[in-house]
T-cell receptor, first 115, second 119 residues
């Protein structure tokens, strides 16, 4: 069964450094998302991406964040200058069109630790 | 904006017993989807069950069923014959049915309920 994959599973970085979190969505999906979950808290929407552009972003998704689909298969989240409060689990999700259009498929997540 | 509330931070159940997790939501929309996601210790988000708001019939997936009360904006999850593998964090989530330009479909999550299954 196809699945969303994410790399790395755990990333440790120093405050102020840039990080890139990578996701490979399911191949025929057209909608892509990033969510964030700070430890012990709820999952929060960051950004959605469709047709090679951001379709919606939350208040969390400020100028330090960017997303890209560089090669038609990967979907990346970049944090330009990490802060301690960026430490969280980051989930990528993708969604198909068609009869299953309402279901998002989540990747296993990347745990980001900013020290 | 839509909000999702899970008022039970933690629940526990004996193996083979039944447990119900509560979820309420607030929306002004008439058409939407509701979901329960399971997050085991591995942190992977797994879809458990979904409900379309336009359907009156409650969704069922094997041992999992929902009690959807649209007027009350309530969406509870019932787990029957609980198993040790059901132990996880459970999140209720909301998604609009109508999205402008067909380009969003974001999920709004509750804070979750941690379910413990006792042998």
């Amino acid at each position: 069964e196809p699945e969303v994959t994410q790399t790395p599973s755990h990333q440790v970085t120093q405050m102020g450094q840039e990080v890139i979190l990578r996701c490979v969505p399911i191949s025929n999906h057209l909608y892509f998302y990033w969510y964030r979950q700070i430890l012990g808290q709820k999952v929060e929407f960051l950004v959605s991406f469709y047709n090679n552009e951001i379709s919606e972003k939350s208040e969390i998704f400020d100028d330090q964040f960017s997303v890209e689909r560089p090669d038609g298969s990967n979907f990346t989240l970049k944090i330009r200058s990490t802060k301690l409060e960026d430490s969280a689990m980051y989930f990528c999700a993708s969604k198909p069109t068609g009869s299953l259009r309402y279901e998002q498929y989540f990747g296993p997540g990347t745990r980001l630790t900013v020290t | 904006a839509q909000t999702v509330t899970q008022s039970q931070p933690e629940m526990s159940v004996q193996e083979a017993e039944t447990v119900t997790l509560s979820c309420t939501y607030d929306t002004s929309e008439s058409d939407y989807y509701l979901f329960w996601y399971k997050q085991p210790p591995s942190r992977q988000m797994i879809l458990v069950i979904r409900q379309e708001a336009y359907k009156q019939q409650n969704a069922t997936e094997n041992r999992f069923s929902v009690n959807f009360q649209k007027a009350a904006k309530s969406f509870s999850l019932k787990i029957s014959d609980s198993q040790l593998g059901d132990a996880a964090m459970y999140f209720c989530a909301y998604r609009s049915a109508w999205v402008g330009g067909g380009s969003n479909y974001k999920l709004t999550f509750g804070k979750g309920t941690l379910l413990t299954v006792n042998p």
